[in-house]
């Protein structure tokens, strides 16, 4: 059973700093990942989407790498700010045809000014 | 596009009585889901559809709980009867596609709190 783990589950930060969160799974057969924001009593907001074939992917300032092999993703934020205060999530989808997005825990992210 | 749409954003109810959580997704988009969210358990999957048809509910947690999907344009997800551990936001999300496979447009949520 795939399982999705983000560490940490808080981070501080001043702003302008640059920043990775981490993202982990356990199987590494896997479709796509993706990393989403969720801002307090909100919904989740997809941020990026990358497939299995794929390295990396980039908008902005986010630029998301994925390592299939080691089971691992890595979101960078470049030159963060308060507005970058949120939980971020990772998601991966399984090969198998008919599974779902299986979601980490997330991590809280708080950019002071 | 209006995204999707939940309803209602919030309901508070006494145990053992019916609850049930409605969900627009966005038009055109075939895939369907419905997610719960604490702060224990984090983002769980309970049940998607594909074509309005229910691909997985192996996360349903009971038979208390139910989902529907009778077009493609509305869902509801049922609980009855409610219990307080059932308190948590449901999120509805959906996506063009097979199931996974494209980017997931998450509803708001419905906050459900059982007394």
């Known amino acids: 059973k795939q399982e999705v783990t983000q560490i940490p589950a808080a981070l501080s930060v001043p702003e302008g700093e640059n920043l990775v969160l981490n993202c982990s799974f356990t199987?590494?057969?896997?479709?796509?990942l993706q990393w989403f924001r969720q801002d307090p009593g909100k919904g989740l907001t997809s941020l990026l989407l990358i497939q299995s074939s794929q390295r990396e992917q980039t908008s902005g300032r986010l630029n998301a790498s994925l390592d299939k092999s080691s089971g691992r993703s890595t979101l960078y934020i470049a030159a963060s700010q308060p507005g970058d205060s949120a939980t971020y999530l990772c998601a991966v989808k399984g090969n198998q045809a008919g599974t779902a997005l299986i979601f980490g825990k997330g991590t809280t992210l708080s950019v002071s000014s | 596009d209006a995204g999707v749409i939940q309803s209602p954003r919030h309901e508070v109810t006494e145990m053992g009585q019916e609850v049930t959580l409605r969900c627009k997704p966005i038009?055109?988009?075939?895939?369907l889901f419905w997610y719960r969210q604490t702060m224990m358990r984090g983002l769980e999957l309970l049940i998607y559809?594909?074509?309005?048809?229910?691909?997985?509910d192996s996360g349903m947690p009971e038979d208390r709980f139910s989902a529907k999907m009778p077009n493609a344009s509305f869902s509801t997800l049922k609980i009855q009867p409610s219990e307080p551990r059932d308190s948590a936001v449901y999120f509805c999300?959906?996506?063009?596609?097979?199931?996974?496979?494209?980017?997931?447009?998450f509803g708001e949520g419905s906050r459900l709190t059982v007394l």
């Open positions: 199987d590494s057969a896997i479709y796509n």
């Open positions: 038009s055109g988009h075939n895939s």
């Open positions: 559809f594909n074509n309005n048809v229910p691909i997985d």
């Open positions: 999300a959906s996506s063009l596609g097979t199931p996974g496979t494209g980017e997931l447009f």
